[in-house]
């Protein structure tokens, strides 16, 4: 019932919302350009700010503007509430430039190749990525250590909590009573959700972040942080906050992502060497699913679990380097690396067989050896998949 009364309660702010943007059929928006194509003798940009994703062209001859912020007037007298709260295509004009912000400037001196730099902006500021280099850490299979999203806020929370705990460990003399845990734990989500406004809340940090307060209180109360309960409030908190834009394949990876390790670790206890055979493992399930969407293949992705490993120790590391002024150290490693990824095949499994391993991970969830015909599956996918 709570639930209910907080999506109608949601449902009506999100009208009034609408109606204001709507505002006398004008609407002069902040955005940032996500993608940016040329079509004929137009260009088509995607914008998105904080509270909307939309499409429109330009028959201007733009240069290249991903990442850019820009102020333009919306023509918004045909847009529907649907298309408000989903993604719309609206005409505009008085396209502006803004000036980049001192943490994107302070990015960008360190390289001086702009797609580097532009890899650094995604991983630390959840900007978006040039078409070459996605298809590039596609079929590396590493995508995901440069979209935010639980891993990285995972990072950050252990770094904050590495800086903080010993200060905090100092001066409990004073207050014996209060539990380190969980004032750190309020003082981390505090900082993170800082981080969330600075990155102008990205949908996948949001997800994880609703994510880590669920954990947070279910670790409160001592109750088990790895039940099904936890993904399934996600789930609903997460429709409450985007509505339909969770009907999207990012969204689904990502649940099946925390699915799949729920998975391991109801089977596996969760220790430092299982937290390095977790890296292995999520390769192998995901193998079969990531391949079912995107069908980017390359026999280097066979590194990407090792890749994982080493990313945990290169994240802290490059974020240090950037604050000391040395950001470009690993550019020219990153840039060999990247070109391993310039020729892939296509290797998609039809639905069939994207079902059937469906219905084996949830039965697995259930009985041990189900999981281990799921493992082999996996196995048998990516060895068939390489010969």
Same mark, same amino acid.
């Given at each position: 019932?709570?639930?209910?009364?907080?999506?109608?309660?949601?449902?009506?702010?999100?009208?009034? =919302?609408?109606?204001?943007?709507?505002?006398?059929?004008?609407?002069?928006?902040?955005?940032?350009?996500?993608?940016? /194509?040329?079509?004929?003798?137009?260009?088509?940009?995607?914008?998105?700010?904080?509270?909307?994703? %939309?499409?429109?062209?330009?028959?201007?001859?733009?240069?290249?503007?991903?990442?850019?912020?820009? !102020?333009?007037?919306?023509?918004?007298?045909?847009? =529907?509430?649907?298309?408000?709260?989903?993604?719309? /295509? +609206?005409?505009? %004009?008085?396209?502006?430039?803004? #000036?980049?912000?001192?943490?994107?400037?302070?990015?960008?001196?360190?390289?001086?190749?702009?797609?580097?730099?532009?890899? /650094?902006?995604?991983?630390?500021?959840?900007? +978006?990525?040039?078409?070459?280099?996605?298809?590039?850490?596609?079929?590396?299979?590493?995508?995901?250590?440069?979209?935010?999203?639980?891993?990285?806020?995972?990072?950050?929370?252990? &770094?904050?909590?590495?800086?903080?705990? #010993?200060?905090?460990?100092?001066?409990?003399?004073?207050?014996?009573?209060?539990?380190?845990?969980f004032d750190l734990g309020i003082l981390i989500l505090v900082v993170e959700f800082l981080y969330l406004y600075l990155t102008s809340f990205p949908p996948s940090l949001i997800r994880a972040y609703v994510m880590e307060v669920i954990l947070f209180l279910f670790a409160i109360r001592l109750q088990n942080i790895f039940s099904l309960k936890v993904l399934f409030l996600t789930i609903l908190f997460s429709f409450l906050i985007f509505f339909t834009k969770i009907f999207s394949i990012g969204f689904l990876l990502s649940i099946l992502g925390v699915f799949y390790?729920?998975?391991?670790?109801?089977?596996?206890?969760?220790?430092?060497?299982?937290?390095?055979?977790?890296?292995?493992?999520?390769?192998?399930?995901?193998?079969?699913?990531?391949?079912?969407?995107?069908?980017?293949?390359?026999?280097?992705?066979?590194?990407?679990? %090792?890749?994982?490993?080493?990313?945990?120790?290169?994240? #802290?590391?490059? &974020?240090? *380097?950037?604050?000391?002024? %040395?950001?470009?150290?690993? @550019?020219?490693?990153?840039?060999?690396?990247?070109?391993?990824? @310039?020729?892939?095949?296509?290797?998609?499994? @039809?639905?069939?067989?994207?079902?059937?391993? +469906?219905?084996?991970?949830?039965?697995?969830?259930?009985?041990?050896?189900?999981? &281990?015909? *799921?493992? &082999?599956?996996?196995?048998?996918?990516?060895?068939? !998949?390489?010969?």
């Amino acid at each position: 019932m709570i639930f209910v009364l907080i999506l109608i309660l949601k449902l009506q702010l999100s009208f009034l =919302s609408y109606l204001n943007f709507l505002g006398n059929g004008y609407k002069i928006v902040d955005a940032r350009v996500i993608t940016q /194509y040329k079509k004929k003798n137009y260009y088509v940009l995607k914008l998105k700010n904080k509270e909307v994703t %939309f499409y429109t062209t330009s028959r201007d001859d733009l240069k290249n503007l991903l990442n850019e912020k820009l !102020t333009l007037t919306l023509i918004t007298k045909n847009i =529907s509430f649907l298309d408000y709260l989903t993604t719309f /295509y +609206a005409p505009s %004009f008085n396209l502006k430039l803004n #000036p980049i912000s001192f943490i994107e400037e302070k990015i960008e001196s360190q390289h001086k190749d702009k797609k580097i730099a532009n890899l /650094y902006k995604a991983l630390y500021l959840g900007e +978006a990525i040039d078409y070459k280099t996605r298809k590039e850490l596609s079929s590396l299979g590493i995508s995901h250590l440069f979209a935010l999203s639980g891993l990285h806020l995972g990072f950050i929370s252990l &770094i904050l909590f590495l800086i903080f705990s #010993p200060i905090y460990k100092f001066f409990q003399r004073y207050f014996p009573y209060r539990n380190r845990f969980f004032d750190l734990g309020i003082l981390i989500l505090v900082v993170e959700f800082l981080y969330l406004y600075l990155t102008s809340f990205p949908p996948s940090l949001i997800r994880a972040y609703v994510m880590e307060v669920i954990l947070f209180l279910f670790a409160i109360r001592l109750q088990n942080i790895f039940s099904l309960k936890v993904l399934f409030l996600t789930i609903l908190f997460s429709f409450l906050i985007f509505f339909t834009k969770i009907f999207s394949i990012g969204f689904l990876l990502s649940i099946l992502g925390v699915f799949y390790i729920y998975l391991f670790f109801r089977y596996f206890r969760p220790t430092f060497l299982n937290g390095i055979l977790l890296s292995f493992y999520m390769f192998l399930v995901m193998f079969i699913i990531s391949h079912s969407f995107f069908g980017n293949f390359n026999i280097y992705q066979l590194l990407s679990p %090792f890749i994982n490993l080493i990313f945990t120790i290169f994240y #802290p590391i490059s &974020i240090f *380097m950037h604050i000391i002024g %040395f950001g470009g150290i690993f @550019d020219e490693i990153i840039d060999w690396y990247l070109h391993l990824g @310039d020729n892939f095949s296509l290797i998609k499994f @039809d639905i069939i067989t994207l079902i059937l391993f +469906a219905l084996i991970s949830l039965t697995a969830f259930f009985e041990r050896k189900v999981f &281990i015909v *799921m493992i &082999i599956m996996s196995f048998s996918a990516i060895l068939d !998949t390489i010969f």
